[in-house]
């Protein structure tokens, strides 16, 4: 009898652990994929994942893409601050090393950002290589909730997940909300940006502009067509004649402001030029990944203090405290927020 | 090799040597890594790949050796091989010691190609494809020109006709890059053209492998002829050879090699610039003897450089960058203590 219990026993769990041993997924690219029932150890596969791994489970972050420097690590967990970094792991167009990321034992890899047949046979090829599965995620910005639930679902965070997702629902309401209020004739005209001397900006479409976009704003540069990073020259910029100026590089925001060439710009005259935050992840893009939710606070902040009733510090210690779990201080306010509101 | 044609012995001796070095250094190669595995289970893993069995090891230490580090350690080889066989050839056929594989546009060729796929967002088959045939095309344009202008000194045409398209092609390159996705297009270009072997797998070997035996055949075969057309083509066409039937066998090797080693490593400099010169001092510039001796200084040379990028730091350290600084010191020592000329 005892026998016969226990042979039942062990068929039964034998059945349940094969159950929970794997499960299929299917990712955005359509490729099924078998997920480890417990997902402890998450590689990504470049920045936006990333953000969202650290975001949902930083617990379960294995390491970075790109480390981080010492102003991003004041913002970030101390148990996430000094992770191994392992370079972009996209095949023969990375830089990570396939024997470092078998060592360090993943049971997932996950890429965020855009799926194109590239990416499919990167990610069949390094499942392959490496016998680690791999899976796609879209990453755009309006399905940002869903796709911290989808993510947060994988990684077996679905709670914390929701909550995120809750916020990035509101937000976008909110922005919609608001948006519908402003006639479209006192939607700002706005130039960002890039480089020390500012003069690499996104066309019409890019996805380094795509929260201005978002939030409803004119991108000046959109008139010289579509696409994505481009350069132009300053007499380009002088003819689109910006209401506000946003700015990547704090060195640009500056010269800009001392430039006599860029005095005549209705931005510079009327001290419209700011800087975007970048800490820990950039507000604006780089990289464009969720990261960009308190991006749009700010932005309704800056383009419509009208309109939205933005308390931003605050907006921001509650977006901090919930998204990366850390407390920002009066004092490291003023540090994200350096250059980047009007001064009162 | 043939044995009847080999003027001396001493020419059999450097092969088994080099063969045998390089031999210890493909081992060598393969027991280091980041993931660290005991020679036992790196000799079971090989037999029973060999054999068709099933190893009695780790299953991820299988992965790591069969799937990783053996690909490499053979696509290494090769490319590092190809390289200089295609760099030496070269170098002679145009009697000059600044020429690399890259003077007739196939590396700016192929690069184009590749970055073209990336930005039409092709698999990585057809990115591999497309530089390959990126290559040949840019060559063949080179080579048309060459043979279109007629009444000029044949080699000096085919030399400028390389560095305008080159030129060109440089500028659809740079074209691309501007037009691509910076965050996900642009950075896999960037690495892509620095060279590296970090995600070569089997089926990428077995891909380049007929072109690689295709393209060395005539390098080989022709290999005393060679030395022929070193002496110039009124020289070599009194001698009874015919130089443009030559030049175009061997521009035809030595460029598909080349392609082919491009199209799964990216862009890996200096190799083929640097080792024919290394392999002429320590030989001298009869063919029959370099082409073997620069082969495997190649080969050799690729193995040590491969294992330093991705065994040094934890990320990869593109190939260009480790072959030029490892290489260059190297060469100047050579230079500074060489006995051996030019000629």
Redesign the interface.
């Known amino acids: 009898m005892l026998k016969l219990i226990s042979a039942v026993t062990i068929a039964f769990l034998s059945v349940c652990s094969a159950s929970v041993w794997a499960r299929p997924f299917t990712d955005a690219a359509g490729r099924v994929v078998e997920i480890p029932d417990n997902v402890t150890r998450i590689l990504t596969a470049g920045p936006p994942a990333s953000v969202l791994v650290y975001v949902l489970a930083p617990e379960k972050l294995t390491g970075w893409v790109r480390e981080p420097n010492a102003q991003e690590k004041e913002f970030l967990l101390p148990s996430a601050r000094d992770l191994p970094t392992y370079g972009r792991l996209t095949g023969q167009g990375g830089t990570a090393n396939m024997e470092a990321v078998i060592a360090a034992k993943p049971d997932l890899i996950i890429d965020v950002g855009s799926v194109n047949p590239t990416y499919i046979s990167l990610a069949d090829k390094v499942q392959q290589q490496t016998g680690i599965p791999y899976v796609l995620i879209d990453g755009s910005f309006a399905n940002s909730a869903k796709t911290l639930r989808q993510v947060g679902e994988l990684l077996g965070v679905s709670p914390r997940a929701e909550e995120l997702a809750a916020y990035a629902e509101t937000t976008l309401k909110n922005l919609g909300e608001g948006l519908a209020k402003v006639p479209a004739g006192e939607r700002p005209k706005v130039y960002y940006g890039r480089g020390p001397e500012g003069l690499e900006t996104g066309l019409s479409g890019s996805i380094n502009l795509e929260i201005l976009e978002a939030a409803g704003a004119t991108n000046v540069a959109a008139a010289a067509g579509k696409g994505g990073l481009t350069n132009v020259s300053l007499e380009q910029v002088l003819g689109w004649n910006p209401e506000i100026i946003l700015g990547a590089s704090p060195k640009f925001i500056s010269a800009v402001k001392s430039d006599p060439s860029w005095a005549s710009v209705a931005a510079v005259k009327n001290g419209k030029v700011f800087a975007a935050p970048s800490l820990p992840f950039g507000w604006f893009d780089s990289p464009p990944g969720i990261n960009r939710l308190i991006g749009i606070r700010w932005l309704e902040a800056l383009l419509y203090p009208k309109t939205f009733d933005v308390d931003l510090k605050a907006d921001v210690q509650k977006f901090f405290k919930l998204f990366y779990q850390v407390e920002v201080t009066d004092a490291q306010l003023d540090t994200l927020l350096k250059g980047a509101i009007e001064k009162h | 090799m043939n044995s009847a044609q080999d003027p001396d012995r001493g020419n059999r001796k450097l092969v088994v040597f080099g063969i045998l070095g390089v031999t210890v250094l493909a081992m060598a190669s393969m027991a280091i890594?980041?993931?660290s595995v005991p020679p036992s289970a790196i000799l079971r893993v090989l037999f029973a790949g060999l054999t068709g069995g099933q190893p009695d090891v780790d299953?991820?230490q299988q992965?790591?050796i069969w799937?990783?580090?053996l690909p490499r350690v053979i696509a290494g080889l090769l490319i590092g091989a190809a390289l200089a066989a295609a760099g030496a050839t070269y170098q002679g056929l145009f009697r000059n010691p600044l020429v690399s594989p890259d003077i007739l546009g196939v590396s700016a060729g192929a690069s184009l190609g590749a970055v073209l796929?990336?930005f039409l967002?092709?698999?990585?088959?057809?990115?591999q494809l497309m530089s390959f045939c990126g290559g040949l095309l840019a060559v063949a344009a080179v080579y048309g020109v060459g043979a279109a202008v007629r009444g000029r000194d044949p080699v000096l045409t085919l030399v400028l006709a390389g560095v305008a398209i080159g030129a060109i092609v440089g500028a659809g390159i740079s074209l691309v890059k501007?037009?691509?996705?910076?965050?996900?297009q642009l950075?896999?270009?960037?690495?892509?053209l620095l060279g590296?072997l970090?995600?070569v797998?089997r089926a990428d070997v077995g891909s380049i492998l007929p072109a690689m035996v295709i393209g060395l055949l005539p390098l080989v075969a022709l290999r005393w002829r060679m030395n022929v057309m070193t002496l110039g083509d009124e020289e070599a066409q009194t001698l009874g050879v015919d130089t443009r039937l030559m030049r175009l066998a061997l521009i035809f090797g030595a460029t598909l090699i080349t392609a082919a080693s491009v199209s799964?490593a990216?862009i890996v400099g200096w190799v083929g610039l640097v080792i024919p010169h290394v392999a002429r001092l320590l030989v001298g510039p009869d063919f029959r003897r370099l082409l073997p001796a620069a082969l495997l200084l190649g080969g050799g040379y690729m193995l040590v450089v491969d294992t330093l990028a991705?065994s040094v730091a934890?990320?990869?350290i593109?190939l260009g960058i480790l072959t030029a600084v490892v290489g260059a010191p190297f060469f100047l020592w050579l230079l500074a203590s060489g006995k051996r000329g030019w000629s």
């Open positions: 890594g980041k993931y299953p991820i992965t790591v799937n990783v580090r796929a990336i967002k092709m698999p990585v088959p057809v990115i501007i037009l691509a996705d910076p965050y996900d950075p896999a270009i960037t690495y892509w590296s970090t995600a797998t799964i990216g991705r934890l990320t990869e593109p």
